[in-house]
């Protein structure tokens, strides 16, 4: 919530919570009327591709031919700012991110193997786009 007022939220009807079955989130801490505005973030809270173009990674990820996916430019700013730590302006954004992946392009094969076949099938593909996003930017990357 610091960070976020730092950036200019201003949200009297909302706190952080974790609940017991769906993990951490938001909260109102007062009867919310049909109709009433919940939620309103300033930009200078969200994290899109625009932030990372105005950043000092923007001329370079501008420059890159052939042009860069929106997915994969937040990833590398998202990966550059973790390298630098608290020292980061998003630090307390990235040190809340999960540290760990159950995405199923990441299950183990055996994993893989006990999964309907229609499942599987997905996680399959969803694997086969993450290797081809990667080794489509390996240049990049050097």
């Known amino acids: 919530m610091k960070f976020l007022h730092q950036r200019g939220f201003t949200s009297t009807f909302l706190q952080p919570a974790l609940f017991s079955d769906t993990g951490r989130g938001l909260q109102t801490v007062q009867t919310i009327k049909p109709g009433e505005l919940v939620i309103s ?10 932030t990372v173009l105005n950043s000092y990674l923007g001329q370079y990820i501008k420059s ?6 929106p997915l994969l430019t937040l990833c590398v700013f998202l990966v550059c700012e973790r390298q630098h730590g608290e020292g980061s302006d998003w630090f307390p954004y990235i040190d809340v991110l999960p540290s760990s992946y159950t995405s199923p392009a990441y299950f183990s094969d055996a994993v893989l193997d ?3 076949v229609a499942v ?4 399959l593909e969803q694997r086969e786009a993450v290797r081809e996003m990667h080794s489509s930017n390996q240049e990049f990357f050097r």
Do not use: I
């Open 64 to 69: 890159w031919n052939p042009r860069l996916s």
């Open 120 to 123: 599987r099938r997905w996680a």
């Open 41 to 50: 973030l300033p930009e200078s809270c969200l994290l899109t591709t625009s």
């Open 114 to 116: 006990v999964l309907p």
